[in-house]
């Protein structure tokens, strides 16, 4: 054995990987970039501040991004060690996506539910508690991060990388301009708004394009009624004055409504056939 250069297959993995390496610088920045460039739009004892607040309420928010990060590690070699039958791999990217979703929006429903119990638990300190708000929409955000990577693969599968560093870039300039043109304004709220608007940009730009050139047949269905029902859930918790722990319990009792209407959908449904 020895060590030979092969510039043919060091010029195809160059090509499908350094649009990779785009993606994921971009997909840093957009995590990253609202907090590095905060102090410049609100600078002095108040940036600092209303940043400190923004990143207390921020770490309640990343409960989806670590979940986000372990479906990723164990999601994308299932997808790889099934991409020679395409037939296979097209019908597990879709319920892949389909079952992402369902879970993630179980756990964004949780999250609300007992955020009165984390933030004591998280946050700890009180000051920070008027930056919350913040919190669904970072989750949410999280979620279309998730939804884009399950997307991704149509690019990966052809190998079309070029595609994934193109939205990435994009979705990072739509963040940076939300921020440039909203933070001085709003504050923390606009750079939660702008990590939305700019995932939200890369899934769309993904899924559209996605379906032109290597079509998945997603279940859009009950994706569209999962979404419908957790935003009615989590609006009627919004509603709900009580506060300790009859919040809480009355919370927990519409999350566990998300959670049978799942239960009875996806596995009693599965049992039954």
């Known amino acids: 054995f020895k060590y030979v250069w ?14 990779i390496l785009i993606l994921g610088i971009a997909g840093i920045l957009n995590q990253t970039l609202d907090k590095i460039i905060y102090k ?12 400190g607040i923004y990143g207390a309420c921020f770490r ?3 409960i989806m991004a670590m979940f986000t990060q372990a479906f990723r590690f164990a999601y994308e070699p ?25 879970v993630s929006l179980f756990g964004f429903l949780a999250v609300m539910a007992w955020i009165d119990l984390l933030k004591v638990i ?15 929409i970072v989750m ?43 933070v001085p304004q709003y504050g923390y709220m606009a750079c939660a708004w702008a990590g939305l608007a700019g995932y939200t940009t890369c899934m769309l730009l993904s899924y559209f394009i996605g379906q032109k050139k290597n079509p998945i047949p997603y279940d859009l269905r009950n994706i569209g009624v999962y979404t419908l029902l957790a935003v009615v859930l989590y609006a009627t918790m919004t ?26 959908k996806e596995f009693l449904s599965l049992r039954r056939k």
């Open 122 to 136: 998280i946050i700890r300190d009180s000051g920070y508690w008027e930056g919350l708000g913040v919190v669904p």
């Open 78 to 102: 299932i997808i790889f060690n099934r991409s020679k039958d395409k037939s296979d791999v097209v019908k597990t990217n879709a319920l892949g996506m389909k079952y992402f979703i369902i």
């Open 140 to 182: 949410a955000a999280e979620i279309m991060m998730g939804i884009y990577f399950n997307l991704s693969f149509w690019y990966k599968l052809i190998d079309q990388t070029l595609w994934g560093a193109l939205f990435s870039i994009l979705g990072c300039l739509v963040l940076v301009s939300i921020n440039l043109i909203f």
């Open 40 to 51: 410049f739009l609100i600078p002095g004892q108040e940036g600092a501040q209303q940043l």
């Open 239 to 264: 509603q709900i004055t009580s506060t300790g722990v009859i919040s809480i319990l009355l919370k927990t009792m519409l999350v566990l409504v998300y959670a049978a209407v799942m239960v009875w």
């Open 60 to 62: 309640i928010a990343m």
């Open 6 to 19: 092969d510039a043919q297959l060091f010029h195809r993995m160059f090509k499908y990987s350094y649009p």
